[in-house]
């Protein structure tokens, strides 16, 4: 009788539904912590490789920044971050001397699966006649400076000579000076440049003076110059000339050229890279100044075209 009992305790529905429930629990238990985990695990590798890439990211857009924006660099970055990637909004400042300030707010995205950027805008219609100069605008309203290549011949050269002159107040002036040739560093010009002196810096193949020679020739004398962020150079905070050599400067613009993420900038670097700093060729220079300084400067026959920039309060 009582091993009947037994048979009948083990079959006892009460009983098999409890240890089905408590089984569930802990399945259900079970889950959820794995589940934590997971989500916890990929989380921190989601954080670590986005991490990584918005690093990288971020020295490959400095550099980019650095060699297309004369005394230009990165001041602020905010990344906001998706799965594997994201986007990270940055800020451009401009050294201007005596004070930096911000010109531009941008975007760009990072990562593995990086997010996608849309943007939408529309343009004015200044410049855009054929009567005025094309010129670009940054977001600060300042002008975006024009160089002119001293191996191709323009139907006309800017010349803000006047514009400066008629300026008033205290002022320091970014100007953008064109040569009439390209100088070797020993063949600059004797005149001592101010403090924080652009150097723009020949990079350009033979085929790419052919382009710019025959859309001079074919197109019309407002819309043939060389934008401000497709001239690449350098910077030394030196008076110019100086004791400081320019080799060290040279050398991490080749640096940053290699860094960049643009592809125009790896094929300059490797046009150049095995060119040494005494015999690559100066196009030009951007130089910061009172009025009486830029102007005096410009009296160089060297000097073919002049182009303004930015200009703020010298205080």
């Known amino acids: ?25 802990k399945t259900i238990i079970t889950i959820v912590l794995v589940s934590i985990l997971v989500f916890v695990v990929l989380n921190i590798l989601n954080f670590a490789i986005s991490a990584y890439y918005s690093q990288k990211a971020f020295k490959q857009w400095d550099a980019y920044v650095r060699l ?48 996608v950027l849309i943007s939408r805008g529309s343009g ?8 005025d100069w094309q010129f670009r605008y940054k977001e600060n309203g300042w002008r975006d400076m024009v160089f002119f290549h001293p191996d191709v011949t323009y139907k006309k050269y800017k010349n803000d000579s006047d514009l400066i002159q008629s300026m008033q107040g205290e002022k320091i002036y970014e100007v953008a000076l064109s040569f009439d040739k390209p100088y070797k560093q020993s063949e600059l010009f004797s005149i001592e440049l ?20 025959k859309e001079a020739k074919e197109h019309d004398w407002s819309s043939t110059f ?74 160089e026959p060297s000097i073919k075209a002049a182009s303004l920039g930015g200009i703020v309060e010298n205080y």
């Not at 101010?194 to 020679?213: A, H, R, S």
């Open 1 to 25: 009788m009582s091993k009947y009992t037994d048979d009948l305790d083990i079959f006892d529905e009460k009983k098999i539904n409890k240890a089905i429930k408590k089984g569930k629990t």
């Open 68 to 115: 297309s924006t004369p005394n230009g660099y990165i001041s602020e970055t905010v990344d906001s971050r998706g799965f594997l990637g994201g986007i990270s909004t940055y800020k451009v400042s401009k050294d201007m001397k005596f004070k930096s300030l911000v010109i531009e707010q941008k975007q760009y995205p990072f990562g593995l699966i990086p997010s």
């Open 124 to 131: 004015g219609s200044i410049g855009v006649t054929g009567e």
């Open 194 to 213: 101010p403090e924080m002196t652009w150097f723009w810096i020949n990079t350009y193949t033979d085929n790419q003076i052919k382009t710019l020679q």
């Open 226 to 299: 060389i934008h401000e962020h497709e001239a690449l150079g350098f910077s030394t905070n030196s008076t110019y000339p100086s004791t400081t050599d320019l080799a060290y400067e040279y050398g991490n613009f080749l640096d940053l050229l290699q860094t960049s993420v643009s592809s125009r900038h790896q094929k300059a670097y490797n046009t150049i890279k095995n060119v040494n700093m005494e015999e690559i060729e100066i196009l030009g220079v951007v130089v910061y100044g009172t009025k009486d300084e830029i102007l005096e400067i410009m009296k």
